[in-house]
């Protein structure tokens, strides 16, 4: 039987790519900076050391809460929290928009 999932890297563009393995190599250092194993780290992330391996690859077909698990456990989650979007920000707010002043009914409405 074929396998139907589709293989992200198939479709992953070179910045996303290069993401991903900044992003692993950012896990791999900060590991390496406790003296931890890859093993260690695993265990702790509550994911298998193959999978580990994977992330520290910058592999995409990893789930974003494994990511947030390793991040957090190196203490790194808030570096997440830094990211900001300001072109988006600024869309958001310019399209909100006041809420209608409704007046009161008037005693003459039939």
């Known amino acids: 039987m074929k396998d139907m999932r589709r ?43 193959a999978t580990m391996n994977r992330l520290e690859q910058g592999g995409l077909n990893i789930a974003l809460g494994t990511w947030l698990s390793a991040f957090e456990r190196l203490g790194l989650l808030s570096k997440l929290d830094q990211l900001r979007d300001p072109v988006s920000e600024a869309i958001l707010e310019g399209t909100k ?6 007046s009161k009914p008037s005693d003459l409405d039939f």
């Open 7 to 49: 293989n992200i890297a198939d479709y992953a563009t070179l910045a996303t790519q290069k993401t991903a393995k900044h992003l692993g190599a950012m896990v791999k250092n900060a590991r390496l900076a406790r003296g931890w194993t890859q093993e260690s780290l695993a265990e702790r992330a509550r994911v298998s050391p």
């Open 97 to 102: 928009t006041k809420r209608p002043i409704r």
